[in-house]
């Protein structure tokens, strides 16, 4: 079993910042990619961002290109979505994931295990 805890989300302006933290704990050794999603209202949930536990390598949607960035803290377990220059249409539950798969996972059925989700609203 894999366990994944979101914080960080939150109310803030257009073109503000936010950082999403997601501390993975228990079988980590068990999966090879991480990733974010997110669900706005009345929308599917889609793929924001990836990356392997060991490695440089990252992959985003076309959407939060050169915006957002993700990273993690292998020490700490703990993946990170850094979120820049945010726009009202970011506005979702942003959820961290743990996939078995490797890099690059963009599709929601290649993840075991998520997280509860972390609301972010970006006011316009």
């Known amino acids: 079993q894999v366990q994944l805890v979101e914080s960080g989300g939150g109310l803030v302006q257009a073109g503000g910042s936010l950082r999403l933290s997601c501390a993975v704990s228990?079988?980590?050794?068990?999966?090879?990619?991480m990733g974010w999603f997110r669900q706005g209202p009345g929308r599917e949930r889609e793929f924001v961002a990836t990356l392997p536990w060991t490695g440089g390598m990252t992959g985003y949607a076309d959407s939060v290109k050169g915006r957002f960035t993700i990273s993690r803290d292998n020490a700490n377990n703990t993946i990170y979505l850094q979120m820049n220059s945010l726009k009202s249409d970011d506005t979702a539950v942003y959820y961290c994931a743990a996939s078995s798969g490797y890099f690059p996972a963009l599709k929601v059925l290649q993840y075991g295990y998520w997280g509860q989700g972390t609301q972010v609203t970006v006011s316009s």
């Open positions: 228990g079988r980590t050794f068990s999966q090879r990619s």
